[in-house]
């Protein structure tokens, strides 16, 4: 979700740097899990292609082109397919109600809303991972409440509250590929893993952060368990099969003071959020009732998505902020790396480090090592190169003298810690993909229009259209403290006048990108995420709807794959292993500015019925499709 919010008024300096990891395929229990990461490249300050030219894919399609159409367009040769939309029920439940007229406790059986970041985990089959049967762990971000109910946010309720809760969080999905001339994907109805986490699962609390005093509440008072997840935007998955959801704009649903504090004004916990009205039927988000409540949201949380009673865990040692996503890595050594981002103007990238190796033999305890660790965040030098500064209770000035208590401090305050170091601030760092040969790391800066001072990282002022910035960890070692970085790609239009909005594309024209991948061959996938407000106007009058394209990170070519429908965003991807079968979400088609308007529902857009006769109109609605060769073949070859 495209939002220009700042909450950093801070003078540290704009370095920049980030960091790196290498893959690892790995058997676990009923599946085989595949982590893989890395960058190659080319660069302008010299840095070292990794790739060599004889292992680059092929781009094998011809490029479409920019479209303002309420609907989605791939190349010629390939096949768009509806798998999930919002209202779906995601096992036996009751069919979603084209006015939006399903209750509360129906909500919770079916598809949340506004569809992010998600992962598909393969069965195994014969001892191989399968192609065409696996789990699907899919995040919902927000609600549109305008949508949401009949009437909209009119006569605000408890019912209604309790409804907005149950579309957000998470969705996990059993999905099989059909035989036959009719090929196509389908939910499997009932199944034993379906499952749906919302802002009112019971969520457990681990890591250096947990029992905290700034933990606790009234309802908790040992600071371990909190009530849901929400706003979760992109995901990563470990090397032991599960998935890490990422609590990303966590600030819009509380009620803040009148006058806030340092703390709460650093992480915009504000009168009013954004509008939700939560805090009128759960006191929980009222912060003058409940004042640690905002600390228990912000986190990366592991869900298993084979273990369908197991409760969520909110891994604490990974830091506190809004977390667009969490990329793993292995290092040289078997340590586990988590690359992350703050995705909001001036903020960081972060990476972890876990003390303890991963042992492939015995994969079931695996998340125990995302609690035990260190937290780094990035500057980036003019030079080209980069340090990973650890936010670490007793080093970098961080300890009582400077105002942290101790690790869990820290932690709850990471933002804060961040300043006190010098991290570079970014220019909205998103998400974050690792080539799977060369271990190089890529990292989506989306844009801002509020930066005057520039620096190498974020070269450009009223940065309209972004960037993308990769980097190398010193010795391809994900754990390593230094790196080696440059800016792979500065996005815009080369028909703009100003040459400052002009960038340096080579391919198809795009900006504000967003969701990154890296698929097994080694191609870029990128996705943009330009606001409502922009799409179709002004700087962005002609690049049309929100696309998805393919790069090439030795020859730096971009060729544009798909357009997304009316105000909708790109975003979400993933494939089956044999990179076959490639899905992908679009998030709220036809957005507006502010809430929907129920009198009005499709002003914006009718999608997905406007494409698929199957869908339910009456309401645009998220959804996942999964996109085919018709000819069978790999994805983008």
């Known amino acids: 979700m495209d939002r220009e919010l700042i909450s950093n008024s801070g003078t540290n300096p704009h370095f920049e740097r980030l960091l790196t990891a290498l893959p690892a395929p790995l058997n676990s229990r009923r599946r085989l899990l595949q982590v893989g990461l890395g960058s190659a490249a080319l660069s302008f300050f010299g840095l070292p292609a990794l790739a060599a030219a004889a292992d680059r894919p092929a781009i094998g399609f011809t490029p479409i082109a920019v479209s303002g159409d309420d609907l989605v367009r791939v190349p010629d040769g390939y096949t768009v397919q509806l798998l999930y939309a919002w209202g779906d029920p995601i096992s036996d439940g009751p069919a979603f109600r084209a006015d939006a007229g399903n209750s509360a406790a129906e909500q919770a059986e079916q598809a949340g809303m506004h569809h992010d970041g998600m992962h598909f985990f393969p069965w195994v089959e014969n001892g191989q991972p399968s192609s065409t049967h696996g789990l699907l762990c899919v995040n919902h971000e927000y609600t549109d409440d305008g949508l949401l109910h009949p009437n909209g946010m009119a006569d605000w309720s408890h019912a209604k509250t309790l409804k907005s809760q149950n579309a957000h969080g998470v969705s996990v999905i059993e999905i099989r590929l059909g035989g036959g001339a009719g090929v196509r994907w389908q939910l499997v109805r009932p199944s034993p893993y379906a499952r749906r986490i919302t802002a009112r699962t019971p969520v457990r609390i681990a890591g250096p952060a947990a029992g905290a005093a700034a933990m606790r509440t009234g309802d908790d008072r040992r600071g371990n368990v909190v009530f849901g997840t929400l706003a979760n935007c992109a995901m990563g998955s470990t090397p ?345 979400n679009v998030q709220h088609p036809g957005e507006v500015a502010g809430r929907t308007d129920p009198e009005t529902p499709l002003a914006g857009s009718g999608w997905p019925a406007s494409q698929f006769p199957e869908a339910t109109g009456g309401r645009p609605r998220s959804a996942t499709l999964v996109i085919r060769r018709r000819d069978g073949g790999v994805v983008g070859s």
């Open 240 to 584: 032991w099969g599960t998935c890490l959801s990422c609590e990303e704009n966590f600030d819009s649903y509380f009620n803040g003071l009148e006058q806030a504090t340092p703390d709460q004004q650093r992480y915009r916990i504000r009168k009013n959020g954004s509008g939700y009205r939560w805090h009128e039927h759960d006191s929980r988000f009222d912060v003058a009732t409940e004042p640690n409540e905002a600390n228990r949201f912000g986190w990366v949380v592991e869900i298993d998505p084979w273990k369908p009673t197991q409760a969520p865990v909110k891994r604490t040692a990974l830091g506190r902020f809004k977390h667009e996503c969490a990329t793993v890595a292995l290092a040289s050594d078997g340590r586990v790396v988590v690359y992350m981002s703050d995705d909001q103007a001036f903020e960081y990238l972060y990476k972890f480090v876990s003390r303890d190796r991963f042992d492939a033999s015995s994969p079931a305890g695996g998340g125990a090592l995302l609690d035990v660790g260190t937290l780094y965040v990035a500057r980036f030098d003019a030079d080209g190169k980069g340090r990973w500064l650890a936010l670490e209770h007793g080093r970098n000035g961080l300890g009582e003298s400077s105002g942290f208590a101790d690790q869990a401090d820290i932690l709850i305050r990471t933002r804060q810690a961040a300043d006190l170091v010098g991290a570079t601030k970014m220019d909205r760092p998103e998400w974050i993909a690792v080539h799977p040969h060369s271990g190089e790391v890529y990292c989506t800066l989306t844009n801002n229009r509020q930066r005057v001072s520039t620096d190498a990282a974020n070269p450009r002022a009223e940065n309209v259209f972004g960037q993308i910035i990769r980097w190398r960890e010193a010795g391809a070692d994900a754990a390593a403290g230094r790196f080696a970085w440059d800016v792979f790609v500065l996005c815009g239009d080369p028909q703009q006048s100003d040459p400052n909005k002009q960038g340096n594309i080579k391919g198809d024209p795009f900006g504000s990108p967003d969701g990154l991948w890296f698929d097994p061959a080694g191609r870029l996938w990128i996705q943009t995420d330009a606001s409502g407000s922009v799409l179709n106007r002004s700087d962005y009058q002609r690049l049309g709807n929100n696309q998805m394209l393919v790069g090439d990170v030795v020859s730096g070519e971009i060729r544009r794959f798909l357009t997304g429908p009316r105000g909708c965003e790109i975003t979400g991807i993933s494939a089956t292993p044999d990179a076959r079968n490639l899905l992908i």
